[in-house]
């Protein structure tokens, strides 16, 4: 990465700056805090108090006309903001089972009834609710490493959560535009101003840019892929065969491509090198070609593209392997940690690398034994060393 003059050195994580988004906007919203911390209370309770947890379950059997399947509520922890709505989707899902604890008169239940929710706070959450799972659909998305969707996934979700806003509902219309209000304070412009999200998002050949102009970042992010491209040490020469002559065989992807385009022959001018600069030909070529919405594999539509749009595809490896998360880095950090205990402290550094590598890597590899011969006796068998034969996926 650093030797890539297109790629910028500073790249933040997406999924800590949607933690900081959503963590800010609850606690600028004082109800909508006080009701967090509820939620927290009472997943603390029903982890500590085996009792009030069983009155919970015994509550939940007896629901009509069917019973709850019960399930722990979620604690919410502060490192993590998902943890946060799966505790309060856990509570919603108990929610029957609360109604009848706060109807009942049991002095029993006079602890787990106080920290109860009310009824007002319960309407709230159904609220906050859907709004936070756009966002954590959001991240689950992204953390497959498609780093081309976090600027039309950002705008996505500015859409989305404009249309939560419910009149006469003040505390909705709060905690919206404090979220809208973080995402544009941690995401300026959908996240364009990073470079790579920026050039990720031009180079899929779904949406080639097109919210870059909206952003006034399109002659920007053509000149970094430009400057980037020619840099390479690739043959600039105007002679270059940048496509496949008229008269090549097309493929199924490309033709499929042109049917699109309702273009019925490459004889159509799109085949077209008579443009002395390479990149720029390579660029009108790209913008014309389009793209199959049944599967939208990027990698799979530059590998057969490569050979028209060499130098683009180029880019498009170096640009859209960063993966735009450090949470799968955080966990091999987790697994060192865990490792590296206070008994053993003494581990060279070649060896933590080893371990860390062989169980970040144990399930991609399959194990397989050499068959026992008959002949082999059973004291043979307890002191004798198995070969395994380890086989990579």
């Known amino acids: 990465m650093k030797k890539l003059t297109s790629i910028s050195s500073n790249m933040p994580c997406v999924a800590h700056l949607l933690h900081l988004v959503v963590i800010e906007s609850f606690k600028a919203v004082r109800e909508d805090k006080n009701i967090f911390s509820a939620c927290r209370l009472l997943a603390t309770r029903t982890h500590k108090s ?41 509570i919603l899902h108990l929610k029957q089972g609360f109604d009848i604890i706060s109807a ?84 300026p412009d959908c996240g364009s101003n990073i470079t790579n999200n920026s050039l990720s998002h031009f180079l899929d050949p779904k949406f080639k840019g097109h919210l870059l102009s909206r952003f006034g970042k399109e002659c920007q992010t053509i000149k970094q892929l430009k400057l980037s491209a020619t840099g390479d040490n690739l043959s600039l020469n105007s ?85 735009t998360l450090s949470t799968s880095f955080e966990r091999v950090f987790s697994q060192a940690g865990n490792i590296i205990s206070c008994k053993r402290t003494l581990l060279k550094s070649e060896t933590v690398e080893k371990l860390v590598y062989i169980k970040e890597n144990t399930s991609r590899v399959t194990i397989k034994k050499w068959n026992i011969e008959e002949d082999i006796s059973e004291s043979e068998i307890d002191f004798k060393v198995w070969n395994l034969d380890l086989e990579i996926d």
């Not at 379950?57 to 009509?64: A, D, E, G, H, K």
Request: net charge positive; charged share 25%.
């Open 50 to 90: 085996v009792a009030s947890q069983q009155r919970i379950i015994n509550v939940c059997q007896n629901v009509q006309p069917k019973k709850i399947n019960f399930n722990k509520i979620i604690t919410p922890r502060k490192t993590r903001w998902k943890s946060g709505l799966m505790c309060m989707k856990s």
């Open 104 to 187: 009942r008169n049991s002095k029993t239940d006079d602890i787990l009834r106080a920290i109860i929710l009310i009824q007002e706070q319960f309407e709230v959450i159904e609220k906050i609710v859907p709004i936070l799972k756009a966002i954590s659909d959001f991240s689950e998305c992204i953390s497959a490493k498609k780093q081309h969707l976090v600027i039309p996934g950002l705008y996505d979700i500015k859409e989305k959560i404009k249309n939560f806003i419910l009149a006469n509902d003040k505390s909705t219309a709060d905690f919206v535009s404090k979220i809208l209000a973080n995402l544009n304070k941690r995401f």
């Open 239 to 323: 002679k270059q065969t940048l496509a496949p002559s008229p008269d090549q065989e097309l493929t199924s992807a490309e033709k499929l491509l042109f049917e699109m385009m309702n273009h019925d022959s490459p004889r159509s001018g799109f085949w077209n090198t008579s443009i002395s600069n390479p990149f720029d030909a390579e660029l009108n070529a790209y913008k014309r070609l389009g793209f199959s919405q049944k599967s939208h594999d990027i990698l799979e539509w530059w590998r057969v593209h490569s050979p028209q749009l060499p130098l683009l595809s180029n880019e498009a490896k170096k640009v859209l392997c960063i993966s």
